[in-house]
């Protein structure tokens, strides 16, 4: 079965732009989820859909993220306008089961100039 | 709120057995899970505890207390592989998931 899809793998950016990241969860997960992982770090949920609809959203910076899961299949990600703090790795997770055991996708690597 | 500890680093010979602990505090607690993240890879899940007692997955391992809102990894045989950061992640019955700050285990010859 095909693992969980992230574009883009890296992207470069000056602080104020915006940037978008996209996720295709594996087929008939119904959980997805958004992390960011800082190096030498764990990673942090940013946010939590259930099919469609928001379950946590609680660490997700609400002044410049966003997030959305059109359809309840695939998400993307927006940051607007970033900061030099925003440099991380932004891991897509899928679950079957409800957190229980998690498939993660390659992670996007932004680095903020 | 969630809370997990573990030990930062860990080292250990090759063949040898390891095991890393991890305590956590939350509410609502649900289960534990362990993720393997080799450097520049994606966390990969390795094991999920619900109930007390010790699962078994080949070299791995996981043990779960929840009276002592503690569990450990074990890992046996140790091999150069295995070498990678070493996660626990605790789920509430919200299904949130919360992951620890990882143990960097380091296998030398």
């Known amino acids: 079965e095909a693992g969980v899809a992230q574009s883009p793998r890296y992207k470069i950016i000056e602080k104020r732009q915006s940037v978008a990241f996209w996720c295709n969860p594996i087929?008939?997960?119904?959980?997805l989820y958004w992390y960011q992982q800082i190096l030498g770090q764990g990673p942090k949920l940013l946010i939590q859909?259930?099919?469609?609809?928001?379950?946590?959203d609680s660490q997700l910076p609400k002044d410049r993220f966003s997030a959305e899961r059109l359809k309840g299949v695939d998400s993307t990600l927006k940051i607007q306008p970033a900061k030099l703090e925003d440099s991380a790795v932004y891991l897509c997770a899928s679950s079957l089961d409800g957190g229980q055991k998690q498939f993660f996708g390659p992670g996007t690597r932004l680095t903020v100039l | 709120g969630q809370s997990l500890e573990q030990p930062s680093e860990v080292t250990a010979v090759e063949g040898a057995i390891v095991q890393i602990n991890c305590t956590y505090q939350t509410s609502g607690f649900y289960g534990l899970s362990w993720y393997q993240q080799h450097d520049g890879g994606a966390p990969t899940f390795l094991s999920y505890?619900?109930?007390?007692g010790l699962e078994e997955t080949g070299r791995f391992s996981s043990f779960l207390s929840r009276s002592d809102s503690y569990g450990y990894l074990l890992l046996q045989e140790l091999q150069m592989k295995d070498s990678a950061s070493y996660f626990c992640a605790v789920r509430d019955r919200y299904q949130k998931v919360t992951f620890g700050t990882g143990t960097k285990l380091q296998v030398i010859p």
């Open positions: 087929s008939g997960h119904a959980t």
């Open positions: 859909f259930q099919n469609n609809g928001v379950v946590d």
């Open positions: 505890n619900a109930l007390d």
